[in-house]
């Protein structure tokens, strides 16, 4: 065999022979005698190699150029727009959302392409050899498309229409339109651009039965916040997936939109880890029945800007923790007896060594609607999960009597039941042996060895009886 059959025998490119012979050849006539055709097509070989990639994970931004293999989802609509100068025509652009079994890309078809593309000449479903050039575009990473060819022998197992469930979002996805349920909503931020515009974001976290996310809605859009609540099912409809502190979230731009459906079959069930198996420094989600809930403290950041913090203390069939929620959380109003979810909480030394969850910005606070369950984490038995099979058995803490306004066990007569392990915060109007702590209708005894100032508001928590308090904690 000749030069060039034997560098093409141990090329693996998809390209025939005859057009890697006529590559061939333009190089040598391109370097003007510099080079043999031996030289030459180790150059086309070494070309048709170095930037193909393996999959559509292994695409990156700052590749001059790449060739990969994808399947095309959805098509959308095309654009023109004008070109500087006075004699140029205008430009035409086409996007398409493609993917193979490990990510989702955004491609960017342009003028002859884009309109062949919108004519009909590719459809939903059609595999494509790509190349192009990556780069980062405004809904996340897309790719430049020089060449486009159809490639009916590769099969890629993605579906159109994947990424309808929340579970199915990936990375770098544009034109999505996935359903959930609202789990909690943010008030609206403004913030200055940097020429000096002001902007607008609002946050919408959404779950259904495969998992949740963030939806972030900006300027005009940003209002929509306020007109979906918690419970209510929604549909957002072109939104575009992108990642913020390794979590994917949908952003929901000027073309974008989140509206309410009726009858939706949509349900959230979240999983959640037992109280008394999460660890320090774990982020996790945890579920269970408020016990008590303190009042909303302010305090002086470094900054000199006013934060604040509000402690509630829920309880699941496993045990009990307090959780700090922070900033805008502290606003929520969650009364004793309402059945919780609290996502992305962060486990942190809490007061006496106790751990407590943090509910920051990332975190989510859920109140389920009545019957609603939790479903068990996937580590838990369902042997283990109490109540019901196959539930936290959280209705059952719930449905325990009830509480009263301090988070105290009460029989049906309305008294406290004397052995009960309690929380309760007042003003200190007493101190030495025995402390007296007032809440502004009732007087209690607290037999603690904790030094306390006259006039300071405390909260304990401990067993009561008969009036008094012994002391487990005091905070």
Same mark, same amino acid.
């Given at each position: &065999?000749?030069?060039?059959?034997?560098?093409?025998?141990?090329?693996?490119?998809?390209?025939?022979?005859?057009?890697?012979?006529?590559?061939?050849?333009?190089?040598?006539?391109? &370097?003007?005698? =510099?080079?043999?055709?031996?030289?030459?097509?180790?150059?086309?070989?070494?070309?048709?190699?170095?930037?193909?990639?393996?999959?559509?994970?292994?695409?990156?931004?700052?590749?001059?150029?790449?060739?990969?293999?994808?399947?095309?989802?959805?098509?959308?609509?095309?654009?023109?727009?004008?070109?500087?100068?006075?004699?140029?025509?205008?430009?035409?652009?086409?996007?398409?959302?493609?993917?193979?079994?490990?990510?989702?890309?955004? =491609?960017?078809?342009?003028?002859?392409?884009?309109?062949?593309?919108?004519?009909?000449?590719?459809?939903?479903?059609?595999?494509?050899?790509?190349?192009?050039?990556?780069?980062?575009?405004?809904?996340?990473?897309?790719?430049?498309?020089?060449?486009?060819?159809?490639?009916?022998?590769?099969?890629?197992?993605?579906?159109?229409?994947?990424?309808?469930?929340?579970?199915?979002?990936?990375?770098?996805?544009?034109?999505?339109?996935?359903?959930?349920?609202?789990?909690?909503?943010?008030?609206? #931020?403004?913030?200055?651009?940097?020429?000096?515009?002001?902007?607008?974001?609002?946050?919408?976290?959404?779950?259904?039965?495969?998992? #949740?996310?963030?939806?972030?809605?900006?300027?005009?859009?940003?209002?929509?916040?306020?007109?979906?609540?918690?419970?209510?099912?929604?549909?957002?409809?072109?939104?575009?997936?992108?990642?913020?502190?390794?979590?994917?979230?949908?952003?929901l731009g000027e073309e974008g939109a989140i509206e309410t459906i009726a009858d939706a079959d949509v349900e959230y069930a979240p999983e959640t880890t037992p109280i008394d198996d999460v660890q320090r420094d774990e982020t996790v989600d945890i579920g269970g029945v408020v016990r008590s809930t303190d009042p909303t403290r302010t305090f002086d950041r470094d900054d000199g800007s006013e934060g604040q913090v509000k402690n509630i203390r829920i309880q699941d069939d496993s045990g009990d923790i307090r959780v700090a929620l922070w900033g805008e959380k502290a606003d929520r109003d969650l009364a004793p007896g309402e059945e919780v979810v609290c996502a992305d909480v962060e486990i942190q030394d809490g007061y006496q060594d106790d751990l407590e969850a943090s509910a920051g910005w990332q975190s989510t606070v859920v109140v389920l609607e009545d019957g609603a369950s939790m479903a068990p984490s996937a580590d838990q038995g369902e042997s283990d999960a109490g109540g019901e099979e196959g539930h936290t058995g959280l209705s059952e803490f719930a449905d325990e009597g009830t509480n009263d306004e301090n988070g105290s066990s009460v029989d049906e007569s309305g008294e406290q039941r004397d052995g009960e392990t309690v929380e309760f915060t007042g003003t200190v109007v007493q101190t030495g042996d025995p402390v007296i702590i007032d809440d502004g209708e009732e007087t209690v005894s607290v037999e603690t060895g904790e030094s306390v100032r006259l006039g300071e508001e405390v909260t304990v928590r401990g067993q009561r009886h008969e009036g008094r308090i012994d002391v487990e904690e005091l905070f």
């Open positions: &065999m000749g030069a060039i059959e034997d560098v093409y025998a141990d090329l693996d490119a998809d390209i025939c022979e005859a057009e890697f012979r006529e590559a061939v050849e333009e190089k040598v006539e391109q &370097m003007g005698g =510099l080079a043999d055709e031996e030289t030459a097509a180790m150059l086309i070989a070494h070309e048709l190699t170095e930037n193909e990639v393996e999959t559509v994970s292994d695409i990156e931004a700052g590749m001059e150029e790449v060739q990969f293999v994808a399947k095309a989802l959805s098509i959308g609509e095309l654009r023109t727009f004008e070109r500087d100068g006075e004699d140029t025509e205008d430009g035409r652009v086409i996007n398409v959302e493609a993917a193979d079994e490990t990510g989702t890309v955004r =491609l960017a078809f342009w003028d002859q392409e884009a309109t062949a593309i919108d004519d009909g000449a590719l459809e939903v479903g059609d595999v494509l050899r790509i190349q192009g050039r990556p780069q980062d575009g405004y809904n996340g990473l897309e790719v430049s498309v020089d060449k486009a060819e159809p490639d009916e022998a590769v099969t890629i197992d993605v579906e159109p229409g994947g990424g309808e469930t929340i579970d199915a979002l990936s990375l770098g996805q544009s034109s999505v339109t996935v359903r959930g349920v609202v789990l909690d909503t943010e008030p609206i #931020r403004t913030f200055e651009r940097d020429d000096g515009s002001e902007g607008q974001v609002a946050n919408v976290a959404i779950g259904d039965e495969t998992g #949740r996310v963030r939806v972030t809605l900006w300027d005009e859009q940003a209002d929509r916040a306020t007109a979906v609540e918690s419970g209510e099912a929604v549909e957002v409809v072109d939104g575009y997936v992108r990642e913020r502190d390794g979590d994917l979230e949908v952003h």
